[in-house]
């Protein structure tokens, strides 16, 4: 049972625009920044969306974050086949004194 | 470039001990702390362990509080893992990753190694 809760798989068509959810406490999401992963099959994760809504260098603008009390969001714009991958939250935990994750969310381009 | 390279992984029986490396390079490993997060096979992320830029703080998840011990030698740009009474649910690829941004409200994980695989299993 991991500490944020995101949906296990989400689907759409190439085009489309998606929302992942991320959803946490006050002693996470609700007094720190979130980040969010991106992780293809067999490689390493890599950060997609820092301090909720930054994309480091190379992460095209269709890939959006924003934050709203305990919960945050990921958003995908103009969705290509090349997305299909799992993707996951993360933030400091305070009461924790833990890194927490979501539990992943996977998702198909049909 | 940025680079952190894990070594040490296998497959060792339950009870056992492991030491993984996280070997870095590219960067001043010790102005950076570096977190350890392990993936069970078909599983999600879980975070491992955490430690310091200058080794004064460590923190642990809960499931391997007291069985593992997070260390550093920035000497040796190198970060360790030390994994003893391993269980088979320890069963992972363990990547090192680091920590951007001193303040853990900014914080992210800027940089992964490519993961070392750790079997447990008799």
């Known amino acids: 049972q991991s500490v944020l809760t995101q949906p296990p798989s989400i689907s759409a068509a190439p085009g489309q625009k998606v929302t992942i959810s991320c959803s946490g406490s006050?002693?996470?999401?609700?007094?720190?920044?979130v980040s969010w992963y991106q992780q293809f099959p067999g490689t390493a994760p890599r950060v997609l969306i820092s301090e909720t809504n930054k994309r480091p260098s190379g992460i095209p603008d269709r890939f959006s974050g924003s934050k709203s009390g305990t919960s945050a969001t990921l958003g995908i714009t103009g969705l290509q086949t090349g997305d299909e991958a799992d993707y996951y939250c993360?933030?400091?935990?305070?009461?924790?004194?833990?890194?927490?994750f979501g539990g992943g969310t996977k998702l198909t381009v049909l | 470039q940025v680079q952190l390279v894990e070594s040490g992984g296998g497959v060792v029986q339950p009870g056992g001990s492991l030491r993984l490396s996280c070997a870095a390079s590219g960067f001043t490993f010790s102005n950076y702390g570096i977190h350890w997060v392990r993936q069970a096979p078909g599983k999600g992320l879980e975070w491992v362990a955490f430690?310091?830029?200058?080794?004064?703080?460590?923190y642990y998840a809960s499931s391997v509080k007291g069985r593992f011990t997070i260390s550093r030698d920035n000497s040796k740009n190198t970060l360790y893992l030390q994994m003893d009474s391993l269980r088979a649910e320890d069963t992972a690829v363990y990547y090192c990753a680091r920590k951007k941004n001193s303040d853990w409200i900014l914080s992210f994980l800027d940089y992964w190694g490519r993961g070392a695989l750790v079997t447990v299993s008799s």
């Open positions: 006050s002693s996470n999401i609700g007094n720190n920044y």
């Open positions: 993360g933030t400091w935990d305070n009461s924790l004194s833990a890194w927490v």
């Open positions: 430690i310091r830029s200058d080794g004064s703080t460590r």
